[in-house]
DNA sequence: TAAACGAATATTGTATACAATCTACAAATC
DNA sequence: GATTTGTAGATTGTATACAATATTCGTTTA
C-alpha cells in the first residue's frame, strides 16, 4: 500500500522482507537453524546482505543469533506470549481512547470492508495481515506512531502462533463476532463499552491461544 | 554488573557498545552523520562489523540509517518525545503496581544506596544510568522482562536529552525529592499513592523537559 | 563401557576488493 | 540568471577470501 515505488531497495531489506513472510507464514517454524552460506547460496547472494536482514529480523524479535553459533527462527515462550498480550492490552486500550473520538465515516468503511474480506473464505492465509490492519485503522487516528510500530511487532510476533490456532479451531469465527462488536460500539461512540469490549476481545484470545499452546506443549514433552 | 566476563566479545559487539556510550553521553549528539570508513579506520577495523552496529543501534532507536546515504545519530522530535514519556506512563504504573507487593528489604537497601550514590556530587556523569537502575530495581520484581527491555530503551531515548535539561536545571534536586517520596510509599506498601507520585514524576520530568527543548527550539530556529 | 581428549570439518566473524549509488560542482542550455 | 545536464569524487552496498570459533566424531584412556 505505501512504500516508495521507485526506490532502489538494497538486498539487505529484500532478503529481511522474504523471511520475515517465511516466519510469519509458518515456513520456518520457531527454532528452525538459519545457515547462512546454505541460504545465501539458495538465493543467489553473498553472506553480508544476509546477516545484515538477520540482524532486523533480531530486532524484529524474530530471529535469535548467538555468537558463533548462528541464527534460529526465535521461539515464544508461553510465559512471552501472555506478557506480549498483556502490553496489547495496555498499549491498545489507550491508544483507542485516543483515536475513538476522531474516528471518520471513511475509517468506519474501511473497518466494514476489512471485516468482509476477513469473511471470504480464501482470507485464511492473510489472516494475520487482516487482522492487524482492522487493529491499525481503528488505532490510527490516535496519531501514536512509535506506539503503533510497537503495537504492530507485538501483533507479528503473536500472529505466528495464532496461526496455527485460529486455523483449526472456532476462534476466527468468535474473532468476527468480536470486531464487528467492537465497531458498532465505536461507531455509536460508545467509548466505556467499547473499550471494554477490547480488552475482552484481547483477553479472550489470549486465553484460547494460551489453552492450545499448553495442550500441545503437554502433547509434544510427552513422546 | 551483569553480561558474561569470559565471553568472546564480538567486535560488531563491542562497536554497538561504544557509540551507544558515545551517544548517551553527547559525545555524538543527533544529526552527527556517520561515515563508516573514517570511523572504521579510527577504531582500527573494517566496515563489515561497523554496519552491523549500526544496524543494532537503529533497532535501538539511536541511529537513522538511509540507504545508500548513510547514517545519522537519530533525532527524536519534541512529539515523539512526548510519545515516549506517555508510554513510560502506561507501561510502568503497570508494572510498578505488579512490583510493588514483591518488594524485598533487599530491594529497599538497593534503593537507597542508588539514591546516595545520585546524591554525589560526581554522580552528573553516570546520571541516567544511576537513574535508570533506580526504576530497574523497583520494576523488576514484576518479571515481565521483554516489557523492562522495552522500557530501557525508552529511557535511553529519553536520556540523552534529559541529560541537558538535568545537567543546569533545578530538575536534579526534584528527582532525589521524588525518588525519595516514592520509595518512602513503597516501603509503606501504599499502592494507590505510590501510582500517583509515579505518574506525577513521569508526568513533572517530560513537562520540564520539553519546555526546554521547546525554549532551545525557538532560540535556535530563530537566529 | 563411558568419559575425556583431539584432529577434521563445518560455520560464523571480519578484512579486502570491487560495484552501485549518491553528491557536488562545473558546463551547457533555455 | 535560472535550470538542467553531465562528470568526478565520495560514500555506501555486496562479493570474495581468509581468520577465528564451534561442532563432530573417532580415538584414547581410566
Redesign the interface.
Known amino acids: 500500500m505505501d512504500g516508495p515505488v521507485l ?4 538486498m539487505a ?1 529484500q532478503v529481511a522482507d522474504l523471511l520475515r513472510q517465511r516466519i510469519l507464514l509458518g515456513v520456518l517454524p520457531a527454532g528452525t537453524p538459519i545457515r547462512q552460506e546454505h541460504l545465501a547460496t539458495e538465493l543467489g547472494i553473498s553472506r ?1 546482505p544476509l ?2 536482514a538477520l ?2 529480523l ?3 524479535g524474530f530471529v535469535t543469533i548467538a ?2 553459533k548462528g541464527a534460529t527462527v526465535a521461539p515464544l515462550s508461553v510465559a ?1 506470549i501472555e ?2 498480550f ?2 496489547r492490552l ?2 491498545e486500550t ?1 491508544i483507542l481512547s485516543l483515536a475513538l473520538p476522531r474516528l471518520t465515516e471513511g475509517d468506519f468503511a474501511t473497518l466494514d470492508q476489512l471485516i468482509a474480506e476477513q469473511r471470504a473464505p480464501d482470507s485464511l492465509p492473510r489472516w494475520g495481515e487482516l487482522n492487524w490492519r482492522f487493529h491499525e485503522v481503528m488505532y490510527r487516528p490516535a496519531d ?4 503503533l510500530k ?1 503495537l504492530k511487532r507485538i501483533h507479528d510476533n503473536i500472529d505466528r502462533y495464532l496461526r496455527l490456532e485460529v486455523s483449526l479451531s472456532a476462534g476466527r469465527a468468535r474473532a468476527f463476532r468480536e470486531h464487528e462488536d467492537l465497531l458498532a460500539h465505536c461507531r455509536k461512540g460508545d467509548v466505556a463499552e467499547a473499550l471494554d469490549l477490547l480488552e475482552r476481545h484481547i483477553q479472550q484470545t489470549a486465553d484460547s491461544l494460551i489453552d492450545h499452546l499448553r495442550a500441545r506443549e503437554t502433547l509434544t514433552t510427552a513422546d
Chains 1, 2 share one sequence.
Open positions: 526506490s532502489k531497495r538494497t531489506e553480508i546477516r545484515e540482524k532486523q533480531e530486532a524484529e555468537s558463533h512471552e506478557e506480549l498483556q502490553l495496555h498499549l489507550w501514536r506512531p512509535l506506539t510497537m
